[in-house]
């Protein structure tokens, strides 16, 4: 026993030597180090009942955790510990006469404490880590939720908010969602944003900064690797984070609608158009009804929908037979057919810049426009071989 406190400062040396950052005898580590092995020793002895301070070592794992350390090297400074005092320990014994035998029943009786001690330690930096998740989960939720008040809190406020989060409240931000059934998957793989858990059919996200370099590049990488679709707000100052949320929701219903198609990361800034229409989906609808029209009049369903691919691939490409050929996958003759019919049925509409401003409209918002070209259809019997 009288070795004890030479024992303990045997295994501080070793791990001061094999441990980093452990080199003050005045630091919070040490002091910790040094209560947990007096304690581990006076057990390993078992000379007294057990401590009065059960929790020690679950008290020392969390103490880790605070302190921002890994456990990898916690269980480090006990394995590290545990060899050093056990040579100490068959040292003295052998000094003092022990029998073999007898320091080998101490041996197997120490290493097993060991063991004990540091699952314990293992427990408290476990349990201390999931106490900050769920706190840092609460200060997340709180700072979204002063960002979308209406009226929103002064910056100061703001900042210390975005402080206990450990974010810099950038001048700009962009919200974003995702269904909510895809929250828990998304969130393993974007650690680096402010995502918040899924609530009735949605989940939300906090992108700060976001037009930083390769910012939206890890967004869109996250919900890539996760199989997650995104909806990506415009990128806006703070105080209007509201609007770049609503503009987050509507996007994201345009895509669960099929309205548009996008990557794993849409963004508002990209559908615009839609996002335009989508606001006023009557009067959007009645433009469409309206403009298009004469394509009731076609019989098939398949040869309208050729009839709307070809008309819109000719609105960006006026004239163009090869280009809209190249584009609908079809033989330039057969786009000379369509347009033919085209004309027929829309007549001066098509050289009228107003008119063909509301066609591409409507083609946006009617159905039509979505459909597969079969390219044969409605091709002349001379030309199907060709198409």
């Not at 909806?231 to 895509?255: H, I, K, M, Q």
Request: proline letters at 6%; aromatic letters at 6%; glycine letters at 8%.
């Amino acid at each position: 026993m009288p070795a004890v406190p030479a024992i303990v400062e045997a295994a501080i040396t070793a791990i001061r030597s094999q441990g980093p950052d452990v080199r003050s005898s005045k630091s919070a580590l040490e002091r910790n180090l040094r209560h947990g092995l007096t304690d581990a020793v006076d057990r390993w002895f078992d000379t007294e009942p057990p401590s009065s301070e059960p929790d020690l070592h679950f008290a020392l794992g969390r103490a880790q955790a605070r302190a921002g350390r890994s456990l990898d090297e916690l269980m480090s400074f006990y394995r590290i510990a545990a060899r050093t005092m056990w040579r100490r320990l068959a040292e003295v014994g052998a000094a003092s006469g022990v029998e073999p035998k007898d320091l080998y029943r101490l041996a197997e009786t120490g290493f097993g404490c060991v063991d004990e001690l540091s699952t314990q330690a293992a427990a408290g930096f476990a349990d201390e880590q999931s106490y900050r998740s769920g706190a840092s989960h609460s200060r997340r939720s709180e700072l979204v939720r002063l960002l979308l008040k209406d009226p929103q809190p002064d910056g100061e406020i703001l900042e210390t908010a975005a402080e206990a989060v450990g974010i810099e409240l950038s001048g700009m931000l962009a919200f974003f969602v995702g269904p909510s059934e895809q929250h828990d998957v998304f969130a393993r793989s974007a650690r680096e944003h402010v995502v918040l858990g899924p609530r009735e059919s949605e989940f939300v996200g906090a992108m700060f900064d976001p037009d930083g370099p390769g910012r939206r590049r890890q967004l869109e990488k996250a919900a890539g690797h996760a199989g997650v679709q995104l909806a990506l707000g415009p990128s806006l100052p703070v105080p209007d984070a509201r609007r770049s949320l609503g503009r987050a929701r509507e996007l994201l219903a345009l895509l669960q609608a099929g309205l548009i198609e996008s990557g794993p990361l849409a963004h508002a800034d990209d559908h615009d158009v839609a996002l335009l229409l989508s606001a006023e989906p009557h009067l959007a609808f009645q433009i469409a009804r309206r403009r298009l029209a004469p394509l009731d009049a076609v019989r098939g369903d398949a040869t309208r929908a050729n009839l709307a691919l070809t008309l819109r691939a000719w609105l960006r490409s006026p004239g163009q037979r090869k280009t809209i050929a190249h584009t609908l996958e079809v033989h330039p003759q057969t786009v000379r057919y369509r347009m033919t019919r085209l004309r027929e049925l829309f007549g001066d509409a098509l050289d009228d810049p107003d008119q063909r401003f509301e066609l591409e409209l409507a083609l946006r918002v009617q159905p039509y426009g979505r459909l597969s070209a079969t390219g044969e259809e409605d091709a002349p019997l001379t030309d199907r071989r060709s198409a």
